[in-house]
Each structure stands twice: as C-alpha cells, then as structure tokens.
C-alpha cells in the first residue's frame, strides 16, 4: 500500500474569494482535513460547496493527535492541514506535525496562500527587503518591550502580529522607544470589508489606536534610519 500524503494549504485571512484552485483541489480530494478550528474551516468549506471530515488539531491538542495522523498517513489517506487563515505553522500550529512526518519520510506537499505579513509589508511602502518577522509579540511587558527595543535597533523592516486588546499598550511603547520621525504601519482586517491601513508616526499610530480596537493587526516597524555620514575630507 503506498503512503498518504499530508497536504499543508494555505487559506484565505479574510476574503473568501482569495483561495486558489489548487488548494480547492487539495480540500476537495482529501480523505480529511485536520483544521485549527472545524467550526471556521466549515465556513470555508460551505462557501466552497464542499462536504468532509473533519479532525480538530490546534495548540492544545497537538500533541496528541500526532500519533493518529502519522496512522492515517501511512495507512493510505491523504490528509490536508488548514488553520482558520493563512498558512499553517506560521504563528498556527502546523510545525510539529509537518516535522513530524518528515521525520517519517512521509509525502508533504504545500499550497501556498495568502499572507498577512507580506500583505502589511507591500501595502505599508516600508523597505521590504531584508525584513524580520517576529510572530506575535510577547503579552508580557518586560517580554515586549524587549523585542520592541530590538526592533528598535535593526537596519531593516520588523513585523509583528498583535492582537486588539494589546494594540494600544504596544504602539505607547513603540512611540516611547522608537524615534520620533520613524514610520510604522498598523495594518487591521487586511482583505476583509473594513480592511485598514495607517502609516505614520510611532506617536500618530499610538494617539488613532488608543481605544478599543477590533480585528486582525500586523505591524510593520521602519527599520532604524542611518547616521548621517560627513561629506568626503570632512
């Protein structure tokens, strides 16, 4: 019997209308679909038109559903991975099961799909190369003021996924540290009906996002100005 196949697709952030064919494809033949969130992907799937089992996998669970998924795989089926956007393994949870059956030399194959970080990084008009991508920042302050500090720092763009209710406490930390001509991006419901995207000022950003906040954010940090240099003999 030959092996499955564990299929990673990469799904829509927002708008529905951005999957592609071949992750259509992928969802349409799999055998079933290990997703973050059944619920959500059971949207997906009903705009779609499609019917499958499902099988739960998120952080809480990873762990254990690693032995029944390298099960199915060698067992024939063909499993394709989602989470509730974008794509699994970048601040979702996919890593350690595609690790995992690498390590079986198992078939992987990946879709790829839409991305809120190269989304917010195009649209921001900050210098997109090279750029950092640190995730989510730390919900503890100490922890978050240290990466912001970091960012602070670098010659080149930093991106950070931020939840609502974080935003403000993070954009006063950044207009504390960051200097004051330096822009930054906040980028919320991107691909979505009330997608926006503010570039300005540390201190502009902090003073429009200092209520409550709804949606998806990623932020994108200009990376630090050069020093000046002097003129050639000076």
């Known amino acids: 019997m030959n092996p499955g196949r564990l299929i990673v697709v990469g799904t829509p952030i927002g708008n529905l209308s951005d999957i592609s064919p071949r992750a259509c494809q992928a969802l349409a033949t799999a055998d ?12 997906l799937l009903q705009h779609l038109g499609l019917k499958k089992p499902f099988l739960s996998y998120q952080k809480f669970n990873e762990a254990s559903r690693e032995s029944e998924i ?20 970048v601040s979702d949870p996919g890593e350690r099961i595609i690790r995992a059956v690498r390590r079986e030399n198992l078939p ?21 190369l090279p750029f950092y991508f640190g995730g989510f920042l730390p919900p503890k302050p100490g922890a978050r003021l240290k990466e912001i500090t970091a960012a602070a720092e670098r010659d ?30 906040v980028a919320r419901e991107l691909t979505k009906k009330f997608e926006e995207v503010f570039v300005g000022t540390p201190t502009e950003a902090a003073t429009k996002f200092a ?24």
């Open 32 to 43: 079933l679909i290990a997703a973050e969130d059944t619920r959500h992907t059971g949207l």
């Open 70 to 89: 390298l099960d199915r795989l060698r067992a024939g089926e063909t499993i394709a991975l989602v989470t509730d956007s974008g794509m699994p393994g």
């Open 108 to 128: 992987v194959e990946v879709i790829p799909g839409p991305s809120a970080v190269l989304h917010a990084l195009i649209a921001s008009g900050l210098p997109a």
């Open 156 to 185: 080149h763009t930093s991106i950070f996924f931020e939840s609502p209710h974080r935003l403000a406490r993070a954009l006063a930390e950044i207009s504390q540290v960051f200097p004051a001509q330096a822009r930054i991006c």
């Open 211 to 234: 209520g409550k906040t709804k949606g998806e954010i990623t932020l994108v940090l200009s990376p630090l100005a050069p020093a000046p240099t002097s003129p050639s003999g000076a």
